[in-house]
C-alpha cells in the first residue's frame, strides 16, 4: 500500500487565500478548513485526521494552521505519531516522525505552540479592549449587518438586472462578501464583482 503525503490548509475565513500555504508541495490530497482555529471542530481536519493511515506524512503550512493550543496541538500530535503517522510543519521546519522520539524537536515544538498560544491570547484581549473603547465612544458597529428579507429580494432583482454587484454592497453598506453570502448562502465562496 502506498504511503501519502496529506496536506492540511486552514484559512480564518471565507475570504482569506488558501492556496499559498502549501504551494508548489507535492500532495496525494488536500483537506482545506475555512474556520477559526480555536479548537479541533473543524469538519476537513476531523477529515483528515479519520484519513490517514500508518506511514502517511501530513503536512501543515505552520503550528497555528493545526491548532493555537498546546493542549490540542499536542494531543494531535501524539495520536498522530501513535497511529504511525508523521508530520511536517512547513514554516518552523519540524517533523515528527512516528518513528522516532527526538526530544529537542519535542521541546521547540512545546515552545513555539505555547507561543502561538500566548499570541492569540494577546489578540482575543487586544480585541476586547478595542471594542469596549468603540462602546465607550459609541462608534461600535458590530458584526456583520444583517438584512431583512425585503432587502435580499431586492439584491437578487437588482442582480438579474445587471446591477454591478459592487455598487449593490455600497449602496447598502455592507462588504461584497456579506452580498455573496445573502446571494449564495449555502457556499459562501467569494466570486469577482
Known amino acids: 500500500m502506498k504511503h501519502q503525503t496529506v496536506g492540511y490548509i486552514r484559512v480564518s475565513s471565507v475570504d482569506q487565500n488558501s492556496e499559498r500555504q502549501l504551494e508548489g508541495m507535492t500532495l496525494d490530497k488536500v483537506f482545506t478548513d475555512k474556520a477559526s482555529g480555536k479548537d479541533t471542530n473543524r469538519p476537513e481536519l476531523q477529515a483528515a485526521l479519520t484519513y490517514l493511515r500508518q506511514g502517511d506524512t501530513l503536512v501543515v503550512h505552520s503550528l497555528d494552521r ?3 493550543n498546546i493542549e490540542d496541538m499536542l494531543r494531535i500530535v501524539r495520536e498522530l505519531n501513535a497511529k504511525g503517522v508523521s508530520i511536517k510543519f512547513m514554516k518552523e521546519s519540524l517533523a515528527f516522525d512516528a518513528a522516532t522520539n527526538d526530544p529537542r524537536s519535542t521541546l521547540m515544538f512545546t515552545i513555539l505552540t505555547a507561543f502561538a498560544e500566548f499570541e492569540r491570547s494577546l ?3 487586544r480585541q476586547r479592549e478595542g471594542i469596549a473603547i468603540a462602546k465607550a465612544k459609541g462608534v461600535y458597529k458590530g458584526g456583520t449587518k444583517s438584512l431583512t428579507s425585503q432587502q435580499v429580494e431586492d439584491i437578487k432583482q437588482r442582480v438579474a438586472a445587471g446591477v454591478p454587484k459592487a455598487r449593490i454592497a455600497k449602496d447598502l ?4 462578501q456579506t452580498l455573496y453570502n445573502y446571494l449564495d448562502p449555502v457556499s459562501k465562496v467569494a466570486q469577482p464583482a
Do not use: D, M
Open 173 to 176: 453598506k455592507i462588504s461584497r
Open 123 to 125: 489578540i482575543r484581549e
Open 66 to 68: 493545526l491548532a493555537r
